[in-house]
C-alpha cells in the first residue's frame, strides 16, 4: 500500500518580492468566496417588506440567528462584529466541506487558520488599547504583579497559535485519517478479489463502498460544523473579554 498525503499544490509563482505562491488553497478559497457573494446577491435581491419571498425569509432567518448569537455572547455594544463573525463562520465551514464536492479543504492548510487566528488577535489587541489606552495596555501586563509579565505576555501569544493549530488540526487530521483508510481499504480489495481470474472483477474496489461514506458524514459533516463554531466563538468571547 503506497500513500501520499501532501499539501496543497503550488499552480503559480509571482515573481515578486521573493515568489508569491498561487495554492490549491488559495484558488479553492477565492472560489468558495466567489460562490458565497453569487448566493448572497442571488438571496439579497429584490427584498421586500410586504410580501417577502422565501429566499428572503430564508435570508432574514440566518441573519437573526447570527444577529442573536452574536448578541448573546458579545453584547449589545457588539453587535458590528456580526458580518465578521458570518464571515468567518462561512468561510470555515464552506471550506471544510468543500471537500465533498473533490476540492482540497483549504481550513486543512495551516497558513489559512493562522491568518484567521491573527485577524482576531488584532482585533482583540486594539479592542484593549481603545478600552484601556496605551498605557494602560502596557500596565496590563505586568497584572496582577509584575513578575508574571512574560507569562502573561506568552499567553497572549498562545491565544492565536492554539486557535490556529486546533482547526487546522481537526481538519487535516481528517484528510490524512480518510485517505489512509481509502488505501487500506483498495488493498483489501484487491487482496479479497485478486484471487478471481478476471482482470475486471479483480480491480473493483468493493471495500470502499458504505464505510468512507459513513466517515465522511464524521470527518466532512460533524467536525466541519464544529470547528467552524468552536473558532467563532472563541473570536467572540475573546474579543469582548479584552477590555
Not at 484528510?175 to 481509502?182: F, W
Request: hydrophobic content about 50%; proline content about 4%; aromatic content about 14%.
Amino acid at each position: 500500500m503506497n500513500i501520499e498525503v501532501n499539501g496543497p499544490k503550488i499552480y503559480y509563482e509571482i515573481p515578486i518580492l521573493g515568489g508569491i505562491k498561487i495554492t490549491e488553497s488559495i484558488v479553492n478559497m477565492w472560489f468558495v468566496m466567489a460562490v458565497t457573494v453569487a448566493v448572497c446577491i442571488w438571496l439579497t435581491r429584490n427584498l421586500s417588506v410586504k410580501n417577502p419571498s422565501k429566499k428572503q425569509i430564508v435570508a432574514e432567518k440566518l441573519y437573526l440567528m447570527l444577529y442573536n448569537l452574536v448578541k448573546d455572547v458579545m453584547g449589545e455594544k457588539y453587535i458590528k462584529f456580526v458580518p465578521y463573525i458570518g464571515s468567518l463562520f462561512t468561510m470555515s465551514i464552506l471550506g471544510s466541506l468543500s471537500s465533498l464536492f473533490g476540492l482540497r479543504a483549504y481550513t486543512a492548510d495551516f497558513s489559512v487558520t493562522l491568518g484567521w487566528a491573527l485577524m482576531t488577535f488584532i482585533m482583540i489587541q486594539a479592542n484593549k488599547i481603545k478600552h484601556k489606552g496605551v498605557w494602560g495596555y502596557i500596565k496590563s501586563f505586568a497584572e496582577p504583579v509584575a513578575f508574571l509579565t512574560p507569562l502573561n505576555l506568552v499567553s497572549e501569544i498562545a491565544n492565536p497559535i492554539s486557535m490556529a493549530f486546533r482547526h487546522f488540526g481537526n481538519i487535516a487530521s481528517g484528510v490524512v485519517i480518510t485517505s489512509l483508510i481509502y488505501g487500506a481499504l483498495a488493498s483489501l480489495s484487491k487482496t479479497v478479489l485478486g484471487f478471481i481470474p478476471n482482470d475486471f472483477i479483480s480491480q473493483i474496489p468493493i471495500f470502499q463502498v458504505g464505510l468512507p461514506a459513513i466517515l465522511s458524514i464524521y470527518f466532512d459533516l460533524f467536525t466541519s460544523f464544529l470547528q467552524a463554531y468552536i473558532i467563532s466563538m472563541l473570536t467572540m468571547v475573546y474579543v469582548s473579554g479584552a477590555e
